[in-house]
C-alpha cells in the first residue's frame, strides 16, 4: 500500500483533495504523522520547521497528522502563535489519536505521505515508530532525532576496534545515515513515565531539512 507518488500529477491531485488548495504544487511540503503526547515532542518538530521556514524556505508548509489539542499532548496551535507559522500549519481532517477511538485506511496514510516532500518527526523516544516506516515506503526522505528506533531506521553503525595512544583498547563508532537524517540529541530528560527521552537539537534539524529543501533529488536518492 506505501509507496510514493507515481509523478507530480499525482502528488498535486493528493494536495488538492487532502487540503482543498491551500498547499500548491509549489510549496515545499513537511508531513509529520504522530500521537500528540509529550513523548512525541511536537513542540520540538514545530521549532524546527519554524528556523527552516522563517530562515530558508518561505514556501515552505507543514501538515500535521494528530489532534491539535490533547490532555496527553501539547496545544499546538497556541505553540503555532508563538513561532508565527499559524499561516503556514495545517491538520489533516483525519485527526486520529493513533490509538482505537478512531480508524484510518492504510490507503488515506498513503495519500498523505506522497503529498509531502519530507517527513519530520523529532519524537523524544520510539519504542519501533511506523510513521518512519512508512515515509520511507513512500520514497519520503526523513529528519528524525538521533534516539532509540529512528537511528536503526535511518543510519548504520561501522564499529572498529582501535588502539588508544595510551595503549589501551577502544572502539571507533561511524555513523553512516545512509536512509534518513538524523537531528542530534541536545540533551535527554527523565519522562514522566519513568522513561529517558530525547531532545533533539531543533537547530541540527531545520539544517537537515534545509539540506532535502536544496538537494531535493538527491534527498530522495
Avoid at 17 to 41: M, T, W, Y
Avoid at 127 to 156: H, N, Q, R, S, W
Avoid at 157 to 164: F, G, L, M, Q
Amino acid at each position: 500500500t506505501f509507496r510514493p507518488a507515481a509523478d507530480s500529477e499525482e502528488r498535486r491531485k493528493l494536495r488538492e483533495r487532502i487540503a482543498g488548495g491551500v498547499i500548491a504544487p509549489e510549496d515545499f511540503l513537511v508531513l509529520s504523522v504522530g500521537h500528540n503526547q509529550i513523548r512525541k515532542r511536537i513542540d520540538r518538530t514545530l521549532e524546527a520547521f519554524a528556523l527552516f521556514k522563517h530562515g530558508v524556505a518561505p514556501n515552505a508548509k507543514l501538515l500535521l497528522h494528530c489532534l491539535p489539542q490533547d490532555q496527553t499532548g501539547w496545544d499546538i496551535p497556541n505553540l503555532m502563535r508563538l513561532m508565527r507559522i499559524e499561516d503556514c500549519v495545517f491538520f489533516t481532517n483525519m485527526n486520529a489519536k493513533m490509538l482505537a477511538d478512531l480508524w484510518v485506511s492504510e490507503d488515506e496514510l498513503r495519500d498523505l505521505y506522497a503529498s509531502a516532500d519530507a517527513h519530520l518527526l523529532l519524537t523524544g523516544g520510539e519504542g519501533f515508530g511506523i510513521p518512519l516506516i512508512e515515509a520511507m515506503a513512500c520514497g519520503l526522505p526523513g529528519v528524525a532525532t538521533a534516539y532509540t528506533t529512528p537511528k536503526e531506521f535511518y543510519a548504520d553503525e561501522d564499529v572498529k576496534e582501535i588502539t588508544n595512544q595510551d595503549g589501551t583498547k577502544g572502539r571507533e563508532i561511524t555513523i553512516n545515515q545512509k536512509r534518513g537524517l538524523l537531528a542530534k540529541v541536545a540533551a535527554i530528560e527523565m519522562h514522566a513515565t519513568g522513561g529517558l527521552w530525547a531532545l533533539a537539537d531543533v537547530q541540527d534539524a531545520a539544517a537537515h531539512l534545509q539540506r532535502i529543501y536544496q538537494n531535493q533529488d538527491a534527498a530522495k536518492r
